[in-house]
């Protein structure tokens, strides 16, 4: 019903910056919340950012400062632009659709990208 497809991973040397974008299409009504997330190698999957359709943003303490989300709500589309990346920012990057509501239907559902790798390494 809902897909999330996201684009702008690849390999940066630190310092460097790169931008991701998720655009969700299909039977949607709304969403209220867009994020990002990662997961390196032997970790947890962690919150990046979040934004709401409101335009409120929450960030992990170690990206403030660096990182910036934002959306387009009339495209279903968000973004993050991650700048002055470091070693420790390596992981694949998954979009994030929380409380989507899907036309013709009465919930709200969750939904995931399928990851894009972002390596950062001289």
């Known amino acids: 019903q809902v897909q999330l497809v996201e684009s702008g991973g690849g390999l940066v040397q630190p310092g460097g910056s790169l931008r991701l974008s998720c655009a969700a299409s299909?039977?949607?009504?709304?969403?209220?919340?867009m994020g990002w997330y990662r997961q390196a190698p032997g970790k947890q999957r962690e919150l990046v950012a979040h934004?709401?359709?409101?335009?409120?943003?929450n960030y992990a303490d170690s990206v403030k400062g660096r990182f910036t989300i934002s959306r387009d709500n009339a495209k279903n589309t968000v973004y993050l632009q991650m700048n002055s990346l470091k070693p420790e920012d390596t992981a694949v990057y998954y979009c994030n659709a929380d409380r989507v509501v899907v036309t013709g239907t009465l919930g709200r559902y969750k939904y995931w990208g399928q990851g894009t790798q972002v390596t950062v390494s001289s």
């Open positions: 934004i709401t359709s409101g335009g409120s943003t």
């Open positions: 299909g039977s949607i009504f709304s969403i209220d919340v």
